[in-house]
């Protein structure tokens, strides 16, 4: 325990013309007692009754709650094909594309691999090469064997060749109104994409360039 009296160095000098001879106090001074905190920390009985922190009840509900993380692969580059890896890993990060069914057709169309090769990357194991897909990227643009690609451009065109329902969660309507001498004329047009512009220099969030892309 520390010392509740000021120390000797700090008290006043008394002046000599007041100087009155100093007396006894009539009673002692109370007895110095231990802090309630620390009496609370040696009660036994309190320290049973301490609530636990928050962190500490949300790391135990995280512990007990959290799915299983399972472990997932990689994608293969075998020559310039990020442009392929990049498409399939997006489309793999969409609720929606895990919900499409395989067709029932006899032939193996794009989506069919498209899905595979997405459910494939969810399983354990080593980096997964999506060959069958690389095997069509001809047929969907133009690509010579070891270029680089556009992988928005290949986005796209796996898009317009896959059959329904996975083509549809990509379509959509935009509908623009022009005012032009009184008269409103609105036209719809189909869309696929919304093309945004980014500053770069800009780091405002996609909510917001969305709300100023339909600003009239």
Not at 18 to 45: I, M, V
Not at 122 to 151: E, F, V
Not at 155 to 183: H, W
């Amino acid at each position: 325990m520390q010392d509740t009296s000021p120390h000797s160095l700090l008290k006043p000098i008394p002046d000599p013309n007041n100087y009155t001879p100093e007396t006894a106090p009539a009673t002692p001074p109370p007895a110095l007692t231990s802090r309630p905190e620390t009496e609370t920390r040696r009660d036994p009985t309190l320290q049973e009754k301490t609530e636990p922190q928050p962190y500490q009840e949300t790391e135990e509900k995280m512990a007990t709650n959290s799915p299983p993380q399972s472990s997932r692969r990689g994608l293969r580059n075998v020559g310039n094909t990020c442009f392929l890896n990049a498409t399939i890993q997006c489309l793999g990060a969409i609720d929606e594309v895990h919900q499409a069914a395989l067709s029932t057709q006899a032939t193996t169309t794009t989506q069919d691999e498209l899905l595979r090769c997405i459910r494939k990357l969810q399983q354990p194991g080593t980096a997964y090469t999506p060959a069958s897909l690389i095997k069509r990227i001809p047929h969907l643009i133009r690509h010579t064997s070891g270029d680089t690609a556009d992988a928005h451009e290949l986005l796209v065109a796996l898009i317009n060749d896959v059959r329904e329902p996975l083509a549809q969660i990509f379509q959509g309507q935009m509908s623009s109104t022009i005012s032009q001498c009184d008269k409103l004329t609105t036209t719809t047009d189909n869309m696929q994409d919304i093309s945004l512009h980014i500053n770069t220099d800009s780091s405002s969030p996609l909510p917001e360039r969305l709300l100023n892309f339909f600003q009239p």
